[in-house]
């Protein structure tokens, strides 16, 4: 990409988005950052970056704020949504469904814009179901998310927006790319809460027993599932590359290292030094039996397919959450981090998850946005003003 661009990042408050403006910014990019969170939830807050967070300046579902932010814009960076692992979307389906407001208004924003390019974040998560009983699963190729069999909920909106990006490029000639990301992990992102996914959930469940000496861990499922997961300095590499490339059909980005959730566990016990007696919650959301990412296109276009090991980047998440964790919880507190919090329909947007404690509680009812009244919609107004300092800044 040329010098000076400047590329809005929604979701830039989030796991990813985080990471991406910090590589936008460190290429000397002009970065205009979105997300809903007030500023002090970001996980990563980059000064350098012209940041719109909080309910007012910073919600993607509303198109004046996807208006605001695109205007001057070179590319566009579809992060945002409300979404998180097993727990969070098995649980929420209408929560993550109502990111289709997001990327409908963001699309269209960045097409008034005239933006060259469009990159939408979309999920492994559109792959046919059927595709996916199976632990020995045969990676999935782009074409297996026809005919569409999705996860319920989540599956179904990015599945629905994937389609959208390429009419938007048929019918109108907007530049998109489209990527679906396969479980991805690192530093900086969810670690407890309820939307965490399994990396970093079993990274802080095995914490928890090093330092509470309370040797045993709870495991969804019979931990026989498989999953591939994609270190985050790959998902960014990848982001970038696509979105640069001439592939105009959506395309895996994942790592195609299978492992099973039992075999992550032997990982994060090694890296910890202890060996756990497992529990089995066999009633805990699962998703499918077995996914993994077949790179055979990526590798065609790219020469490049995600390459860190599981080992090697679960060593660095494992070593940012214990760092984490032990800021928060002590011996004695640390039984707390793993109360299971995936509760129907009971999470707010944005953030860590379900904190009944949240002094913004009354204003994210359920996810409704403004405007849309009745249905839940908590009014932006209240927060206005309320998003400074940025406890967690870099
Ligand atoms: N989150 C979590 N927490 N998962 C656990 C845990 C735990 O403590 N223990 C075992 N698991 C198991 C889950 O039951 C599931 O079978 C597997 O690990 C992976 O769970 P996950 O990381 O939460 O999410 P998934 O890979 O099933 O699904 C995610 O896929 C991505 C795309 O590949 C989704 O949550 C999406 O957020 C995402 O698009």
């Excluded at 569409?148 to 994937?162: I, N, Q």
Aim: proline content about 4%; hydrophobic content about 35%.
């Amino acid at each position: 990409m040329p010098k000076s661009k400047t590329v809005v990042i929604t979701g830039a408050g989030g796991f990813i988005g985080g990471h991406l403006a910090a590589h936008f910014l460190s290429a000397g990019h002009k970065v205009v950052a979105a997300d809903i969170k007030p500023l002090d939830e970001w996980y990563q807050v980059h000064r350098k970056a012209q940041n719109h967070a909080g309910p007012v300046k910073g919600d993607c579902r509303d198109f004046k704020v996807c208006r605001a932010i695109c205007r001057g814009a070179d590319e566009v960076y579809q992060l945002a949504a409300d979404m998180g692992g097993m727990g969070f979307i098995e649980n929420n389906k209408a929560l993550c469904m109502l990111s289709v407001l997001t990327n409908t208004h963001m699309i269209l924003a960045a097409q008034e814009a005239g933006v060259d390019r469009f990159f939408y974040a979309s999920s492994a998560c559109v792959y046919n179901a059927d595709k996916q009983k199976n632990p020995n699963i045969t990676a999935l190729k782009e074409a297996d998310a026809y005919p569409g069999l999705p996860e319920d909920g989540y599956g179904w909106e990015k599945l629905f927006s994937e389609r959208m990006c390429r009419h938007f490029r048929e019918d109108f000639g907007l530049n998109t790319r489209v990527a679906r990301f396969h479980n991805v992990y690192g530093p900086e992102g969810t670690w407890e809460g309820g939307r965490e996914k399994a990396p970093a959930a079993i990274c802080r469940k095995v914490i928890a027993a090093v330092v509470s000496g309370k040797h045993e861990i709870e495991i969804w499922g019979d931990g026989t599932q498989t999953r591939s997961f994609m270190y985050i300095d790959d998902c960014v590499k990848g982001i970038n590359l696509i979105t640069h490339s001439g592939i105009l059909e959506p395309i895996n980005l994942g790592s195609s290292e299978l492992v099973s959730i039992n075999q992550l566990v032997d990982i994060a016990e090694e890296i910890g030094g202890v060996k756990l007696q497992r529990r089995y919650k066999l009633d805990a959301p699962k998703g499918v039996a077995g996914r993994n990412s077949d790179n055979t296109k990526i590798q065609q276009y790219l020469n490049w397919e995600p390459s860190t090991t599981l080992r090697a980047g679960m060593e660095k998440t494992y070593r940012w959450i214990f760092d984490e964790f032990t800021a928060k919880y002590t011996a004695k507190t640390a039984h707390k981090s793993s109360i299971s919090t995936f509760t129907k329909g009971s999470h707010p947007i944005p953030g860590d998850g379900f904190n009944p404690e949240s002094k913004f509680m009354d204003t994210w009812t359920q996810g409704i946005p403004a405007g849309y009244g009745g249905a839940g919609g908590g009014s932006g107004k209240k927060r206005a003003g309320k998003a400074v300092g940025a406890k967690r800044g870099k």
